[in-house]
Every structure is written in structure tokens, then in C-alpha cells.
């Protein structure tokens, strides 16, 4: 199990975020808009916890952080693993409370399931999945994700 690890949300992280996606929806970036208003301010887009891995201190998939020793070696749970057998096959996102900027939450990742298939060129297929919950400073559940990884029990035979 990873290390909890907080993520300050920032309002225009936010933003940035929203105009990234092309979404111009003003409860993403104005204050004074009506709809912003009836959201209790604004909120974060969908699939905006993802950006919490610039925060991750163990985020093995970013090279270019500095750190105090070596990168992490890639875990294998729900990213696909190593090895060149892998890959991300699902996300999903349950949205339980709004996230606002301001708001810090505290991001913790458990492992979920696991599961076996077998393939037709690389054998066996393992799937993984890891679940990260997001919580904010009051202690309320906003987000969880849940990432399914699959890696290959062999080379894919050609």
C-alpha cells in the first residue's frame, strides 16, 4: 500500500485543468457566474484528482521530478507492470462530495482485486486493480478511483 500524500487544490489548477479538456464551462473558472453560484463555488472537472500525481512523492511514471535517490521502481498494481507486458485497461471514478479549490485532500491508495483470464497470444492475462480514495480536509469522502491494470504472463507470441 502506498503512503498517504496531500494535494492542495488550486484555483487555477483548476482552470488550466478545464481549458486543457477544451471545456469553457464557467463553474470550472468564474466565481460570479450563477452556476458557479448554485455549485457552492467553483469545482473541479471530472477526472481532475488524476492531476494529485504531481503531488504523489512515489509517482514511478514521472522521470523528470527531483528526488533524493533513485525514481521508484514501477509497482506493478493497476498501472500494468513492467516488463512490456502491460497496460492500463480501466478507470472509474464515484463522485461522493464536490471538490473546491482550497480544499486539501488527502489521497491514499489500497489494492482491490485481482483476477485471472486466459489470453490467446501471452498466456495467462492478470488483471489488478487499485482503488485511491480522496479526502478532504473535513474528512469527507469526495472521490474514489479505481484503476484496473492487466499484464501479460508471457511475451505476446507473434
Not at 478545464?18 to 464551462?25: E, F, H, Q, W
Not at 511514471?61 to 507492470?81: E, F, Q, S, V
Not at 498466456?123 to 478532504?136: A, C, W
Amino acid at each position: 500500500m502506498a503512503e498517504p500524500f496531500e494535494f492542495p487544490v488550486d484555483r487555477t489548477a483548476v482552470m488550466l485543468f478545464a481549458r486543457s479538456l477544451g471545456d469553457i464551462n464557467p463553474v470550472f473558472w468564474d466565481p460570479n457566474d450563477p452556476a458557479t453560484k448554485a455549485a457552492g463555488g467553483i469545482v473541479t472537472p471530472p477526472t481532475f484528482v488524476q492531476s494529485s500525481a504531481h503531488w504523489d512523492p512515489n509517482y514511478a511514471l514521472d522521470l523528470t521530478r527531483p528526488r533524493k535517490g533513485p525514481a521508484p521502481a514501477h509497482r506493478g498494481d493497476a498501472g500494468g507492470g513492467g516488463l512490456g507486458r502491460g497496460l492500463h485497461a480501466e478507470q472509474h471514478y464515484e463522485y461522493h462530495h464536490p471538490i473546491h479549490p482550497g480544499d486539501t485532500l488527502t489521497v491514499t491508495t489500497r489494492p482491490g482485486e485481482r483476477w485471472e483470464k486466459q489470453g490467446k497470444r501471452g498466456g495467462k492475462l492478470l488483471f489488478s486493480e487499485s482503488i485511491t480514495d480522496y479526502t478532504n480536509q473535513d474528512g469527507v469522502l469526495c472521490v474514489t478511483a479505481r484503476s484496473v491494470g492487466v499484464q501479460t504472463e508471457k511475451a505476446v507470441e507473434q
